[in-house]
């Protein structure tokens, strides 16, 4: 696959990711977190906040990956 459709089915999958991702996160901690302390509440959705870049960085990363040469 060229990096240039690497980059373009990449963008569509980050975007779809960080959509379903930002729901469930929020679903979750709805679920979760009512009656817990505003401490509690601030470490997840820090947490929640950046665990969507690891995936991403893979993703990123397999994106810029040079295209083969033949």
Known sequence: MRQRVRKLVGTLILVAFVIVYVFLAMILGVALLPGTTKLV???YYVIAGFAWVLPAMALISWMQKPD???
Do not use: G
Request: positive net charge; aromatic residues 0%; charged residues 15%.
């Open 41 to 43: 509440q601030i470490v």
């Open 68 to 70: 083969k040469v033949i």
